[in-house]
């Protein structure tokens, strides 16, 4: 069995080994309970020697199939919750990791036929990557700012925390002040409770699930303020600069007219995101309300019991 290790994330806990995933070994923080890939091989991804997390032809065809189902399905409602929830008009918004760039066509063909709002950038774009202007091949430095609004789907359980720091030091070199960002990755709960398939180093090169708790401060090293989302375990946000300090409620049923305007360009769109992002608003007040019940049953249990041993003990006297 694999040594304990320090945790490469938070830099504080002690990781303990969780399990071997294709002969690597994965641990998991004690202090900020993020899962995480041996350090050595997060270190030596980090500079250039490792087999995994090199995006190549072999990993770009296996991933193709995947990529069109979610540029025409799930991240077409997560780009439209994004929308829902920034508490500024969306006149730019940004596909961070966008992969061939399959959502920003769709994007364009159901929103914005002028090409003026939506972007993508892509830092190890595929043979098969779209032909668009709005399509940015490498890195966000390249692109212009501000963006008030983003997705950045299926790519943070890539990163290694200093592969993290360099996006996010980019992301912010083009985030308007008070832009929101809706980060789409498997994170601890998700991995252990409902797939713990995700972890996967050779073929889809998912090497981290960073926690809630990890990110918080990570992010604010360069401005973001992230938290969670309700009832998604797969994801997380975070507004640059300053959060609007609002209940999820608000942003939904009172988002921006701006906003609603921009999806209902679209009005299939509009209310998929819209039920989706009211569906797990609900989803997590009955998670909530389900703890509760079961805690205060658990303590009126044990109150029972120790009145049941109080009465037993007077009667016996």
């Not at 692109?143 to 983003?150: I, K, N, S, V, Y």
């Not at 709960?189 to 990110?215: C, F, M, T, W």
Request: proline share 6%.
């Amino acid at each position: 069995m694999s040594q304990n290790t320090r945790c490469p994330i938070c830099e504080r806990g002690e990781s303990r080994f969780l399990r071997d995933i294709d002969g690597y070994a994965y641990f998991e923080c004690t202090e900020c309970r993020s899962l995480h890939a041996d350090p050595e091989l997060l270190r030596l991804m980090d500079v250039g020697q490792s087999p995994v997390g090199k995006y190549e032809d072999d990993y770009w065809e296996q991933e193709r199939i995947a990529a069109v189902e979610r540029a025409a399905g799930l991240a077409l409602c997560r780009v439209g919750e994004a929308i829902l929830y920034a508490r500024r008009p969306v006149k730019r918004f940004l596909d961070v990791g966008a992969g061939p760039g399959f959502l920003l066509e769709n994007l364009q063909q159901m929103l914005d036929p002028d090409a003026r709002i939506f972007h993508a950038a892509e830092q190890f774009p595929p043979p098969y990557a779209v032909s668009n202007p709005n399509y940015h091949r490498g890195g966000l430095a390249s692109l212009e700012p501000e963006f008030d609004a983003g997705v950045c789907i299926e790519v943070v359980e890539h990163l290694t925390p200093t592969m993290l720091r360099g996006l996010l030091s980019a992301l912010s070199r083009v985030s308007a002040p008070g832009s929101f960002w809706f980060f789409n990755t498997g994170m601890p709960d998700y991995v252990k409770n409902e797939d713990p398939g995700y972890l996967d180093p050779l073929r889809r090169g998912h090497i981290v699930s960073y926690s809630i708790q990890a990110i918080r401060p990570i992010f604010a090293e360069f401005g973001f303020i992230a938290n969670e989302l309700p009832g998604k375990s797969f994801a997380f946000y975070a507004e640059y600069i300053h959060a609007n300090d609002l209940t999820f409620d608000t942003r939904i049923y009172q988002a921006l007219p701006e906003n609603i305007d921009l999806l209902k360009r679209n009005e299939l769109l509009f209310h998929a995101a819209f039920e989706s992002a009211r569906s797990y608003l609900y989803y997590d007040g009955y998670l909530k309300r389900t703890a509760w019940a079961t805690s205060l049953n658990q303590a009126l249990n044990s109150v029972d019991a120790a009145g049941i041993r109080k009465w037993l003990r007077k009667f016996r006297r």
